[in-house]
């Protein structure tokens, strides 16, 4: 079942992002992750089947890995502990929601760069630098920094990431909130990181999005899932190439070959992309948990 809407009747749905829709459930908020893929900041006509329930999943594993690091807004993703009002949708929503705390979210997105790619590696190319950050001559795509970078981002009007600077970070959320978001991002990322080579995967980087509850810092949206972070396959990985991703950059890329101009309406995907890019969100939840998606 591929599952691009949802409409729970009788309960208040207060948001609607490109994936995920949102509902007010007493105090809480209920996040479900749907099958809808966006690419260029445009959502495609076509779900990726199982794709919700893999960001879904993932997030709740790495919540639950990390929270004696940080805390986080995720007070269960077991169906039958969300509230009875919600009995009549449990089919539609298990394994794609998470009942969370409501939280503040906080105006900045935690980007951490492992790796040279993406806007990354452009922007090394032409200044020498990723987002203002001076990096070593010589680098290669893809290659390996010498140690993670804090790269923090504000999304603009339009929907897009705008880079920022740590100082610029520091006005809009205050110079403690911020070294403390900047320690948290690096040290998860790190430790997810070691955990996930161990297991053939590279993540090359990823944003962390911060919220404030009862006056403290936590965790919320998704954590280090394949919309979140670029992950590369370790077997495949090779300095000076982009690498093969578990990510939608194999839509990306199809996207490109057709000439869309990455302006909607967005064109259907042909079943084998469609089929291909669960695949990968398959195999990077397998991988990453040990266990296969139900």
Same mark, same amino acid.
């Given at each position: 079942?591929?599952?691009?809407?949802?409409?729970?009747?009788?309960?208040?749905?207060?948001?609607?992002?490109?994936?995920?829709?949102?509902? /007010?459930?007493?105090?809480? =908020? =209920?996040?479900?992750?749907?099958?809808?893929?966006?690419?260029?900041?445009?959502?495609?006509?076509?779900?990726?089947?199982?794709?919700?329930? +893999?960001?879904?999943?993932?997030?709740?594993?790495?919540? &639950?890995?990390?929270?004696? +690091?940080?805390?986080?807004? =995720?007070?269960?993703? $077991?169906?039958?502990? %969300?509230?009875?009002?919600?009995?009549?949708?449990?089919?539609?929503? !298990?394994?794609?929601?998470?009942?969370?705390?409501?939280?503040?979210?906080?105006?900045?997105?935690? +980007?951490?760069?492992?790796?040279?790619?993406?806007?990354?590696?452009?922007?090394? $190319?032409?200044?020498?630098?990723?987002?203002?950050?001076?990096?070593?001559?010589?680098?290669? $795509?893809? &290659?390996?920094?010498?140690?993670?970078?804090?790269?923090?981002?504000?999304?603009? /009007?339009?929907?897009?990431?705008?880079?920022?600077?740590?100082?610029?970070?520091?006005?809009?959320?205050?110079?403690?909130?911020? /070294?403390?978001?900047? *320690?948290?991002?690096?040290?998860?990322?790190?430790?997810?990181?070691?955990?996930?080579?161990?297991?053939?995967?590279?993540?090359?980087?990823?944003?962390?999005?911060?919220?404030?509850?009862?006056? !403290?810092?936590?965790?919320?949206?998704? =954590?280090?899932?394949?919309?979140?972070? *670029?992950?590369?396959?370790?077997?495949?990985?090779?300095?000076?190439?982009?690498?093969?991703? %578990?990510? !939608? $950059?194999?839509?990306?890329?199809?996207?490109?070959?057709?000439?869309?101009?990455?302006?909607?309406?967005?064109?259907?995907?042909?079943?084998?992309?469609?089929?291909?890019?669960?695949?990968?969100?398959?195999?990077?939840?397998?991988?990453?948990?040990?266990? &296969?998606?139900?």
């Amino acid at each position: 079942m591929v599952i691009t809407q949802t409409d729970l009747k009788g309960i208040k749905k207060v948001g609607q992002g490109k994936v995920r829709d949102i509902y /007010q459930i007493g105090e809480h =908020l =209920l996040i479900v992750a749907t099958d809808r893929l966006s690419a260029f900041d445009v959502v495609l006509p076509d779900g990726i089947p199982e794709k919700g329930k +893999v960001l879904n999943l993932l997030s709740v594993f790495w919540f &639950e890995k990390f929270s004696k +690091v940080t805390p986080n807004h =995720l007070i269960t993703a $077991q169906v039958n502990e %969300f509230p009875a009002v919600l009995a009549p949708y449990y089919e539609i929503i !298990k394994d794609r929601a998470m009942l969370c705390r409501t939280a503040k979210p906080l105006p900045v997105e935690c +980007v951490v760069r492992g790796y040279l790619a993406g806007s990354g590696w452009t922007d090394y $190319q032409k200044t020498g630098t990723v987002c203002g950050i001076k990096l070593p001559q010589g680098l290669q $795509q893809a &290659e390996k920094l010498p140690e993670p970078i804090f790269t923090p981002a504000t999304k603009s /009007q339009t929907g897009h990431d705008e880079n920022i600077s740590f100082e610029e970070m520091k006005n809009l959320v205050g110079e403690e909130l911020a /070294q403390k978001m900047r *320690r948290i991002s690096l040290e998860i990322y790190q430790a997810a990181s070691e955990y996930a080579r161990q297991r053939g995967i590279i993540i090359a980087d990823t944003k962390f999005e911060f919220g404030i509850y009862d006056g !403290k810092l936590m965790l919320i949206d998704e =954590l280090l899932t394949p919309d979140s972070s *670029r992950f590369w396959s370790e077997k495949d990985y090779r300095v000076g190439v982009s690498p093969p991703s %578990f990510d !939608k $950059q194999f839509v990306r890329d199809y996207l490109n070959s057709t000439g869309w101009n990455r302006q909607p309406p967005a064109p259907h995907l042909p079943p084998e992309v469609i089929a291909g890019t669960t695949a990968r969100y398959r195999d990077a939840f397998r991988m990453l948990t040990g266990r &296969e998606l139900n």
